[in-house]
């Protein structure tokens, strides 16, 4: 089994940073895609960022710009840095990573983020 476990978020005011970690059970290089999607409250879940093997990042169009992602392969973690957080940024954060590209995905708990003043 694939297991996801997330770490950090929490209360931000706008214009604030926060980062997320999340680390998965294997080499973390090795995976077809690892990255996060986000639940804001009553809405669709939407991505935020997905690294795909050979090291390309995709971010979504709410995010580009303030949100970076990047490996650090010695601690099989994928780390989700946010910048310039804004009331819309407000959501559930999930982590998921997929082993290959028939496999399905595994996901991490979900980490609350909060962005308001």
């Known amino acids: 089994q694939v297991r996801v476990e997330q770490s950090g978020g929490g209360l931000v005011q706008p214009g604030g940073s926060l980062r997320l970690s999340c680390e998965v059970s294997g080499s973390i290089s090795s995976f077809y895609s690892v990255g996060w999607h986000r639940q804001p409250p009553g809405n669709e879940r939407e991505l935020v960022a997905v690294m795909t093997s050979g090291g390309v990042i995709t971010y979504g169009d709410s995010v580009k710009g303030r949100f970076t992602i990047w490996r650090e392969d010695a601690k099989n973690t994928m780390v989700l840095q946010m910048n310039s957080l804004k009331s819309a940024d407000t959501a559930v954060y999930y982590c998921?990573?997929?082993?290959?590209?028939?496999?399905?995905?595994?996901w991490g708990q979900g980490t609350q983020v909060t962005v308001s003043s």
């Open positions: 998921f990573a997929k082993s290959d590209v028939w496999s399905i995905a595994s």
